[in-house]
């Protein structure tokens, strides 16, 4: 669906009467084009989705409910998890409800001691979170480099 333009050399749509790059004229008529194009669209029924401004005939189009886990098990690929499912993102919340708390403007040595609990909590369900749970879920980074780090 696309053609070499012979005033630039760059690849623009076959069907449109301007080149998409310098403007050359590839078509005498925008009607000549569109004509040309509905002539070449109808020669086959898998080009029934194509369009004059595409470069390329679209594929038709793939199932969207694959089960890429499923799919990647089958090809071998082990995906992480997007969001791990950790417990300490959970602690972190709680740590920054607490923090929240804190900006409500109770007395002082409340707001203190809300801003301590969540300070503390928010610290440990982030250090958790990266220290361990990196650590659990990317044990093979480190192996590698360890024989070249001890030579
Ligand atoms: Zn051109």
Redo the contacts with the bound molecule.
């Keep these: 669906m696309s053609v070499e333009?012979p005033?630039?050399g760059?690849r623009?749509q076959r069907f449109m009467d301007l080149?998409r790059?310098?403007g050359?004229k590839l078509w005498p008529s925008d009607e000549m084009a569109s004509a040309a194009f509905k002539a070449w669209r109808d020669a086959d029924p898998t080009r029934a989705a194509a369009s004059r401004f595409d470069l390329e005939v679209p594929v038709e189009r793939i199932d969207v409910s694959v089960d890429y886990a499923a799919r990647a098990h089958e090809l071998g690929i082990h995906l992480f998890p997007i969001v791990p499912s950790s417990n300490y993102l959970f602690i972190i919340c709680i740590g920054a409800l607490f923090l929240g708390l804190a900006a409500i403007p109770f007395s002082g040595t409340v707001r203190i001691a809300l801003l301590v609990i969540g300070g503390l909590i928010f610290l440990y369900g982030v250090v958790g979170w990266v220290l361990v749970e990196d650590v659990r879920m990317f044990p093979a980074d480190s192996p590698q480099t360890h024989g070249e780090v001890h030579h």
């Design positions: 333009c005033g630039c760059l623009t080149c790059n310098d050359y």
